[in-house]
């Protein structure tokens, strides 16, 4: 597979690769749960995968200092990059916030930086499961 150029890309491409990545993975984790079921296993990968979910988690990301600074940045790149579709039922800042969230994990992904990934992935399905990410919070 072609290595890409990661510092180059801009926020919207890295969101698509970190989009990718952040379904198989969710998916790969409530899979290896028990769940069977492709309607159960749809309802639940929303808690993760929606535009929502995506705001709460860099919320709960943002209290704990969790990112850092390398990190941040390619969060910004893909929170401020300028998209071209409208939201889906979400408002316009949980949206960028969501594309923010998939650019950093595209970034982890390309950087090949994947123990730090796997570890994110896993607080990420902690801060879920746990319910901080509801949105009774």
Do not use: C, P
């Amino acid at each position: 597979m072609e290595q890409l150029d990661y510092q180059q890309m801009n926020g919207l491409s890295l969101a698509y690769i970190g989009d990718a990545i952040y379904e198989l993975t969710v998916r790969n984790h409530l899979v290896s749960l028990g769940l069977t079921k492709v309607n159960d296993l749809q309802k639940k990968s929303r808690d993760y995968v929606s535009a929502k979910a995506h705001a709460a988690l860099y919320q709960l990301m943002e209290e704990n200092h969790y990112l850092n600074d390398e990190e941040m940045v390619y969060f910004k790149r893909g929170r401020n990059a300028k998209s071209y579709t409208k939201a889906k039922n979400t408002n316009v800042v949980a949206y960028r916030i969501s594309t923010g969230v998939e650019a950093m994990i595209g970034y982890l992904y390309l950087s090949q930086q994947q123990e730090r990934l796997t570890e994110m992935m896993e607080w990420i399905f902690i801060q879920v499961e746990s319910g901080k990410t509801n949105e009774s919070r």
